[in-house]
Each structure stands twice: as C-alpha cells, then as structure tokens.
C-alpha cells in the first residue's frame, strides 16, 4: 500500500514518497494485501495451502471488489468460475501465454506461507507453490514465492535470508536460474541496477525478487529501505509489498512506523490472522 501512488510510474516518484495515504482508511485494501490476507485465513483454517479454497476466496474477493486485480489472476479466476480445477486453471493460463506469463501476482501474497510453516521446510515448499500456480503457474513464480517464504520463516526464526531462500530453490529439481541469480547477486547490486522501471521489468516476478531480496541485504533501517524500493517507482505496491514482507520478518513489527500502520485499514485482523499462524 505504502507505493499505490508510484505504481508503475516509469521514474522515480517526485515529491518522494513518505506515507500511506490518508485516503487508503475508506478504500477496500489493493491486491497484494486482500490476496495475502485470503490466503493466510486460509492456511489458517486448513493448516495448508488448499488449493480450492483458496479459489473460491479469490473468487467472492473479485466480486467484492478486486481492487487492482492483475491480468493473469482474473485469466484464472474465470477459470475457477467455469469450474476448472485450481491448479489446472493456473497452468492453462500460463500455457495460453505460450509459457512468457511471469507476473508478480503470486510472490506479493506468499509471506503467510513462511508464517505458517516457519518451522516445516517441507510443507513450507508445498505450500507456496500450490499458492502461488493456481494464478502464476510459471516456475520462475513458484520459485520465486518459495524464496520469499522461505525466507520469511528464516528469518522469524533468526536466521538468514538469502542463504535460506537460495538453499529452498537449489533443492528443487529444476532451479530456475533467474532466480537463484537474481537473489544470489542481491547483496552486490545498487538499486538502480534492477530494471524496476524498464517495460519488460515491471510487474515480472523475478524484478521483484530482486527488489526484495536487495531490501532485505541492506543494513539500513527498514523504513529507509522500503521508501528506497517504493520510490523507485515501476511496479512499487508489489514491490514494496514483498520487500516490505522480508524487512518485517527481519526487523519486527516495533521497526514499522505508527504512522503508516494507522493508515491501514482493519490493522487488528492483519494481526489477529498473523499471531494465529505463528501459533499453529
């Protein structure tokens, strides 16, 4: 939320961003978060990523509000209103793309996952890829959601970020090599060196890996570096949505400023469902 007004700006945000805006208390809440909130209610209620619940979710948010709903999740939740299986629907709308569709929409909502199975690597990877394919079927998303939620249990459990995503990618059959590049080489790049603003970067999911895992190696405080990423401009929601995940994990809820957590609509079931998790 903290970058709706930079979202796909093609430079960076002027006057710099600082703040959620005022107005975001009276809206419904974008994509990225509605989308994490309905998938860690889910895992839960279900203690795992199912699938089809997850669907049927996705499905009453679209035609409650859907605000700021990418191409590839609508392409699949029409599917799931025809009655097509979760995961089969994910990968005909890949397909249909002749296997280029790899947007963003699937890693912005995957931090639950790392929450929910801090403590279960295995289910952890299971998880955050059936979250992530029923819309963004494409490896380079899977493994990209499995980065961040590995690193997110990592983290919570005071370990590294990088080491532990790059060790959940490489143990899988076929690492994506994107990926592991793009989080490998994150603690030596400069911002500006991700093409966050280029045409064919922006909403691509392994941009945003980049752009999370570059957050989360710098040593700067979290708001410093998160207003860097949003003010970067491109895809800065998403952006900022998944970076902001890993510094949050690392940092603690005490390191968020007041000042935007009270811009937040509906704050305490974020942190209800976020202690229920912890929990389990």
């Known amino acids: 939320m903290l970058g709706l007004e930079a ?8 006057p ?3 703040d959620i805006p005022e107005a975001e208390l009276g809206r419904p809440w974008d994509d990225d978060l509605a989308q994490a909130f309905e998938l860690a209610e889910s895992l839960a209620r ?3 990523a199912d699938p089809r619940d997850l669907a049927d979710r996705f499905v009453r948010w679209s035609r409650k509000n859907g605000r700021g709903m990418g191409s590839q999740t609508r392409k699949a939740i029409r599917l799931f209103e025809k009655g097509f299986a979760p995961l089969d629907a994910g990968r005909m709308v890949w397909e249909q793309s002749v296997g280029q569709a790899a947007g963003n929409g699937g890693i912005m909502r995957v931090a639950p996952v790392g929450l929910a199975f801090h403590d279960n690597p295995e289910a952890l990877a299971k998880a955050a890829r059936d979250a992530t394919a029923i819309t963004h079927y494409d490896p380079r998303c899977t493994q990209g959601a ?3 939620a590995a ?6 459990n005071g370990g590294p970020a990088l080491e532990a995503a790059l060790a959940a990618v490489r143990a899988l059959p076929q690492p994506e090599p ?3 590049q793009a989080i490998a080489a994150s603690p030596r790049r400069a911002l500006d060196d991700i093409p966050i603003r280029a045409g064919n970067g922006i909403g691509y999911t392994v941009t945003c890996t980049s752009a999370a895992f570059w957050a989360v190696a710098q040593k700067a405080p979290l708001e410093q570096t998160l207003l860097a990423v949003v003010n970067a401009a491109g895809d800065a929601d998403t952006n900022g949505a998944v970076a902001g995940a890993l510094l949050g994990a690392r940092d603690g809820m005490e390191a968020i400023p007041e000042r935007w957590l009270v811009r937040i609509r509906d704050r305490a079931k974020l942190a209800a469902v976020a202690l229920e998790l912890l929990k389990r």
């Open 7 to 14: 979202e796909f700006e093609l430079v960076p945000h002027v």
């Open 46 to 48: 279900h203690r795992r």
């Open 151 to 156: 690193a997110v249990a990592s983290l919570l």
């Open 146 to 148: 499995l980065a961040v």
């Open 16 to 18: 710099p961003i600082t």
């Open 178 to 180: 994107e990926v592991v």
